[in-house]
Structure formats: C-alpha cells, structure tokens
C-alpha cells in the first residue's frame, strides 16, 4: 500500500471542454465532461463564447465531479488545472477558479501543461507503455513527435511549422461543405471510400518536422479545378475524396514517426490528443506497428479528447515531485513544454 494519501480535483477548460475529474493516490475516478454546441453553427469555436460557456459549466461540473467521486472537498490534497496553452479566455476560468478553490480550502495549487496531459493520459489504463517512449500528439491546435523521458521529462523532437493536423482535417471538411467539426466526418466518409482514387502531394520537410498548408491548399485548388468540370463533383465522389484526403495526411504523420523510431531506436509508440480518435491512423499505426515491431499504445476514446482526466493524472505525478504553483499564476495561452 502506497504511503501517501493524495486526492486532487483538476480541471479543463483550454477550448470548448469544460471538465473535471478526481483523482485518489494515482487512480482516476471520473471524467466529467460538459460540451458546448454552440459552435456548430458557426462552423468552428468562437473563443467570446466558449468563455461564457465555461461560466456556465464549471460549477455544475465540479461539482458533479466530486459528488460522483464520494469524496468531500476537506478531503482534496490539491487543485490542479490548465495553464495553456489554450484560448485565453477559456483558460482565465478555469485558472481563476482553481485559484479560489485552493485558496478558499489553503491547499497547494498545481498548474498543469494541457500537451503533457495528453501524453500522460496513456498512464490511467493499463497497458503502460515504459520509458523512454515516443509519443504523436495530435489535435486541431498541434502536431507533435515528443520523447518521452519520465513522467515529467519530455522533448519535442519534431512539430508542425504552421498548420496542425486537426485543422487540416477539419478545413478539409469545410472545403466538402461539411459540418463542424468535420474531422469525424471525413473519417466517416473514408470508411466508405477508395484512399487511391485520388493522390494529393504530401508537403516535405525536413527532419522530423511537419506541415500542413501545403496540402490543405493543394486540396482547395484540386476542388475549384474539379468543380470547374463538373458541379456536382463533391457529391459524386464523396467517399473517395475523403478517403483520399485522410490517407494523404495519415501517411504524412507516420513517416515522420517511423523515422523518429529509427533515429532514437525506440519500439514503445504512443498517440495521443484528439486526432487520435481517428480509425485511419489508429489502423495504420497498426499496420506500421507490425511491420516495425512496435508496440503501441493509445488511450481510451474518453482521454483522447480534451478531458480533466488527463490533467489530473499529471497532477498526481506533479504532486509527487512537490512541484506546485503559487497564486500568483496566471494563464498562458501559448504554453511551451
């Protein structure tokens, strides 16, 4: 038994996720979640209104969150929440009720990197990957290739110089008039289609290093040219097109990723962050896995999106290493490792 007691209520609110979670000596208890809907119809977050919705959301979510887990706000050892990077506004709530919180019950407060969360979100399950391990963070704000060290010493070794692979899927899907967000979409649609039908030119870079304009205004003038000859193209070729699109930016991240696995000879793979939910990479990094002897690991659906679970597990590893915030912190939204 460990000989500790630590019990930690953290939050989330870097985008348009408000969310709590409780975590006891290491074991994640919940993951409340409140989603905003707002943005659909504006075809993408309005940082104005995600803020307002975070008001709105954060005491009903803590609230639940510590209901559910049956233990008493006395019992908390910590507060801990997202510092950044994220949307300013977003992330001022959340800071600022995990200061009053903490202050209010004079506990520590923990401030908590939202990328490192998404990386240490692969240690609420089981299996474990081990040390050191390379890790593909991916979402509509980053692409990453990250080794991992410990639980609290990790180095970019390659990332996007301009657009993230999230937002390449969905402007991609906006293109194909699709709804927002439209990264679910188009891997729903890829399921249907043919990936070879139609072959985009993949934008190289050099050492491990990504980006995505490239491709997103190759697919932009690749529609308006089609288009030209025909209507109705789009919803002719739907399946292929979508397919064709998730392909192009699957086999981009993972060459990339094997690469990084030769340079550092590493076999312990990890993806993290919402792309991750993506079944075409999710399946081609099973396919690549077996080809190189990898093993990989990928969290629940649940820790794969923007979620207090993560943040508390990184807590708890942040707590154990006494690193702990002064009230005189504040958000950052452009947050680095």
């Not at 094997?258 to 079944?279: D, E, L």
Request: net charge negative.
């Amino acid at each position: 038994m460990p000989n500790y007691d630590i019990k930690i209520l953290a939050l989330e609110s870097s985008c348009d996720e408000t969310s709590a979670a409780v975590v006891d000596n290491g074991k994640v208890l919940n993951n409340i979640i409140a989603t905003q809907s707002v943005h659909i119809k504006y075809g993408g977050v309005v940082p104005e209104l995600a803020s307002r919705a975070h008001q709105q959301n954060i005491v009903p979510v803590v609230d639940e969150a510590l209901k559910n887990s049956g233990i008493d706000k006395s019992e908390l050892s910590a507060i801990a929440f997202t510092r950044g990077p994220g949307l300013l506004g977003a992330l001022l709530v959340g800071t600022s009720f995990a200061k009053s919180m903490a202050l209010g019950l004079n506990i520590p407060l923990i401030e908590v990197n939202h990328m490192q969360a998404h990386i240490l979100a692969h240690f609420i399950d089981d299996p474990k990957p081990n040390f050191p391990f390379l890790c593909l963070t991916v979402s509509g704000g980053h692409t990453q290739i990250v080794l991992v060290k410990d639980y609290l010493d990790m180095e970019i070794v390659g990332e996007t110089r301009d657009d993230a692979v999230g937002e390449a899927f969905d402007k991609s899907a906006k293109m194909l008039g699709l709804s927002y967000p439209g990264g679910p979409l188009i891997d729903k649609y890829a399921q249907l289609g043919n990936p070879d039908r139609f072959p985009f030119p993949p934008t190289e870079m050099p050492g491990l290093d990504y980006s995505f304009s490239g491709i997103k205004t190759g697919i932009l003038y690749f529609l308006r040219d089609e288009l030209k000859k025909n209507d109705k193209f789009i919803d002719e070729n739907l399946n292929d097109i979508c397919a064709s699109i998730q392909k192009t930016l699957v086999d981009m991240l993972l060459q990339k990723l094997k690469k990084a696995a030769k340079q550092f000879k590493i076999n312990q793979i990890a993806v993290a962050g919402g792309v991750s939910a993506n079944s075409g990479l999710r399946n081609g990094l099973q396919t690549m896995a077996e080809k190189e002897r990898w093993q990989v690991f990928i969290p629940a659906f649940e820790y794969c999106t923007d979620n207090a679970g993560m943040i508390a597990m990184a807590a708890h590893f942040k707590y154990l290493a006494d690193d702990f915030s002064s009230q005189e912190v504040s958000a950052l939204p452009r947050m680095k490792f």
